[in-house]
């Protein structure tokens, strides 16, 4: 079970007031080791580093963005070379991005020719 760090520290910190481990147990519900450990943690900073960690990946974002801007019609083999990756990588970041497949506009779907079949 996960604690918040604000209920760490009001555990240490009323262990530290002089209270005993008894009490402490009564009060938080949380053993003697627990405190021990959590002691530990806050003397060495533990629970004041955040750590923000993004993966590497291969397809840079911004640059797959820039080159969509620069060349809207690139067929996605075309931007797995640019990437050295494959194909199926792009159309997963391209998607990670909400960039779906082109769409014809409504104008040349109405003036489509009818088939043969169709009349």
């Not at 079970?1 to 147990?25: C, N, P």
């Not at 974002?61 to 494959?86: H, I, R, S, V, W």
Request: hydrophobic share 35%; charged share 35%.
């Amino acid at each position: 079970m996960a604690y918040s760090k604000d209920f760490i520290k009001r555990a240490v910190a009323y262990k530290q007031e002089g209270h005993t481990f008894k009490q402490l147990k009564e009060a938080f519900g949380i053993p003697s080791l627990s405190y021990y450990n959590w002691k530990k943690k806050l003397e060495n900073g533990y629970y004041e580093i955040t750590i923000k960690r993004e993966r590497k990946r291969k397809i840079d974002k911004e640059k797959l963005k820039q080159t969509l801007k620069d060349n809207p019609d690139a067929y996605l083999y075309e931007l797995a070379d640019l990437f050295c990756c494959t194909p199926v990588a792009v159309f997963y970041a391209l998607k990670k991005l909400n960039i779906t497949l082109k769409k014809r506009p409504l104008p040349i779907l109405k003036n489509r020719k009818q088939s043969v079949r169709n009349i």
